[in-house]
């Protein structure tokens, strides 16, 4: 299913049941994951690599500026998450291990963030078929009478940072992580998925365009030939 990147933006929070079918299917029990997704749609699931996909895991910058390399200038990508500070990339089974080799022999891997593969036998953690509330209700407070005591007043942000943990005015706080979310998410159940000549291309582009210096480098100018 060929998609323009905007359409991409429009889908890519929710997967669909043939997507999450393609996902299952990375499983060696299937239908004990389509269980657990129809109980808890929202619940993140560790799927092995190697069989239905392989997954190469990106600094968040650079591997947006490979997923924009890639609709702008090349096939488009498979399903893309964003976990941790960082992209990960569906690829087809066997490119966590040729693509490292690829990098080695173009001799460019030092000049960009360090790429994670992986492959057979090894497993991730997939976004859930369906986003979290960003916003959950939050319990109406419970007014308490406040007992007869001769000590000291305390000053209520003092005591409710004491209780609840936060940290009290002024004090530095630490910024949320975010959720494991779908960039472009599986909608089809096969997938195109790039292979290791696709992302050597789109990493070389987008680490020229970042600025990297290549000087002395050998690098491939020959765009890959692209499937279908």
Same mark, same amino acid.
């Given at each position: 299913?060929?998609?323009?990147?905007?359409?991409?933006?429009?889908?890519?929070?929710?997967?669909?049941?043939?997507?999450?079918?393609?996902?299952?299917?990375?499983?060696?029990?299937?239908?004990?994951?389509?269980?657990?997704?129809?109980?808890?749609?929202?619940?993140?699931?560790?799927?092995?690599?190697?069989?239905?996909?392989?997954?190469?895991?990106?600094?968040?910058?650079?591997?947006?500026? !490979?997923?924009?390399?890639? %609709?702008?200038?090349? #096939?488009?990508?498979?399903?893309?998450?964003?976990? =941790?500070?960082? &992209? $990960? /990339?569906?690829?087809?089974?066997?490119?966590?291990?040729?693509?490292?080799?690829?990098?080695?022999?173009?001799?460019?891997?030092?000049?960009?963030?360090?790429?994670?593969?992986?492959?057979?036998?090894?497993?991730?953690?997939?976004?859930?078929?369906?986003?979290?509330?960003?916003?959950?209700?939050?319990?109406?407070?419970?007014?308490?009478?406040?007992?007869?005591?001769?000590?000291?007043?305390?000053?209520?942000?003092?005591?409710?940072?004491?209780?609840?943990?936060?940290?009290?005015?002024?004090?530095?706080?630490?910024?949320? !992580?975010?959720?494991?979310? %779908?960039?472009?998410? #599986?909608?089809?159940?096969?997938?195109?998925?790039? =292979?290791?000549? &696709? $992302? /050597?291309?789109?990493?070389?582009?987008?680490?020229?365009?970042?600025?990297?210096?290549?000087?002395?480098?050998?690098?491939?100018?020959?765009?890959?030939?692209?499937?279908?």
């Amino acid at each position: 299913m060929t998609r323009t990147p905007q359409d991409a933006l429009h889908t890519a929070a929710y997967v669909t049941p043939a997507g999450a079918d393609w996902l299952a299917s990375a499983s060696a029990s299937p239908r004990g994951v389509q269980a657990l997704w129809a109980a808890a749609p929202t619940a993140a699931v560790t799927l092995p690599c190697g069989t239905a996909f392989d997954v190469i895991s990106m600094d968040a910058l650079f591997g947006r500026r !490979v997923v924009g390399r890639l %609709w702008t200038d090349g #096939p488009g990508t498979g399903p893309v998450a964003a976990r =941790g500070g960082r &992209v $990960l /990339l569906f690829t087809t089974p066997g490119t966590a291990q040729r693509l490292p080799a690829l990098l080695g022999w173009e001799e460019w891997g030092a000049t960009a963030p360090p790429l994670l593969c992986y492959g057979r036998g090894d497993a991730v953690t997939v976004p859930p078929l369906f986003p979290p509330d960003p916003d959950p209700p939050e319990a109406a407070p419970v007014e308490r009478d406040a007992p007869e005591t001769d000590a000291p007043e305390t000053d209520a942000r003092e005591t409710d940072a004491r209780e609840t943990g936060t940290p009290e005015s002024g004090a530095r706080e630490c910024a949320p !992580v975010p959720s494991p979310r %779908w960039l472009v998410a #599986p909608d089809v159940r096969k997938p195109w998925l790039p =292979g290791p000549e &696709v $992302l /050597l291309w789109a990493c070389v582009r987008a680490a020229r365009a970042a600025g990297c210096d290549l000087v002395g480098t050998a690098v491939t100018s020959t765009p890959a030939v692209f499937p279908g």
